[in-house]
T-cell receptor, first 110, second 113 residues
Framework: QKEVEQNSGPLSVPEGAIASLNCTYSDRVSQSFFWYRQYSGKSPELIMSIYSNGDKEDGRFTAQLNKASQYVSLLIRDSQPSDSATYLC??????????FGKGTRLHILP | EPEVTQTPSHQVTQMGQEVILRCVPISNHLYFYWYRQILGQKVEFLVSFYNNEISEKSEIFDDQFSVERPDGSNFTLKIRSTKLEDSAMYFCASLGSSYNEQFFGPGTRLTVL
């Protein structure tokens, strides 16, 4: 059973600080990794995708991938109240399935 | 900006009835997906569709479910005989040839009574 694990939170972070979200996955042959943001009652919105080991930066967001440890993370710098949402980690293996984690609820404290 | 659309936004049905959820993917996309999210739970993969056939499906996608692309634009999910546990938000998504960003539609909330 392929699994994607995330801490459900809530993770509370002061405005302006760095929010760090973590995810582990069980399928060693996973090839593509995604972070989605989901506001309550809305559909997931892609924030970052990462395919190779290391860091990938896009604005205030940095995704980090470590395939040896089967670990992917998302850093949000200069956290804003609008960043308060549930963050979903998703993983695609060699097949066409994308497995989502349960998500981490992030709360940015004004 | 192109977007995935879904209709209806909310569907209420009686247990045992058939429902069809409709999606219009982004026009030049090639890969299409259905996901389900039961309230308070994680997004679950149901099925992927490429080149007019199912490419992958999950264990949730049993004989009660089917998908179809009846014309060049619509992508539908049919549930033949709905059960109470089918109540969920159903998301359609599509993916272009870059095999990178998957765009989600706004979802259809299905309520089975």
């Amino acid at each position: 059973q392929k699994e994607v694990e995330q801490n459900s939170g809530p993770l509370s972070v002061p405005e302006g600080a760095i929010a760090s979200l973590n995810c582990t996955y069980s399928d060693r042959v996973s090839q593509s990794f995604f972070w989605y943001r989901q506001y309550s009652g809305k559909s997931p919105e892609l924030i970052m995708s990462i395919y190779s080991n290391g860091d990938k930066e896009d604005g205030r967001f940095t995704a980090q991938l470590n395939k040896a440890s089967q670990y992917v993370s998302l850093l949000i710098r200069d956290s804003q109240p609008s960043d308060s949402a549930t963050y979903l980690c998703a993983v695609r293996g060699r097949d066409d399935k994308i497995i989502f984690g349960k998500g981490t609820r992030l709360h940015i404290l004004p | 900006e192109p977007e995935v659309t879904q209709t209806p936004s909310h569907q209420v049905t009686q247990m045992g009835q058939e429902v069809i959820l409709r999606c219009v993917p982004i026009s030049n996309h090639l890969y299409f997906y259905w996901y389900r999210q039961i309230l308070g739970q994680k997004v679950e993969f149901l099925v992927s569709f490429y080149n007019n056939e199912i490419s992958e499906k999950s264990e949730i996608f049993d004989d009660q479910f089917s998908v179809e692309r009846p014309d060049g634009s619509n992508f539908t999910l049919k549930i033949r005989s709905t059960k109470l546990e089918d109540s969920a938000m159903y998301f359609c998504a599509s993916l272009g040839s870059s095999y990178n960003e998957q765009f989600f539609g706004p979802g259809t909330r299905l309520t089975v009574l």
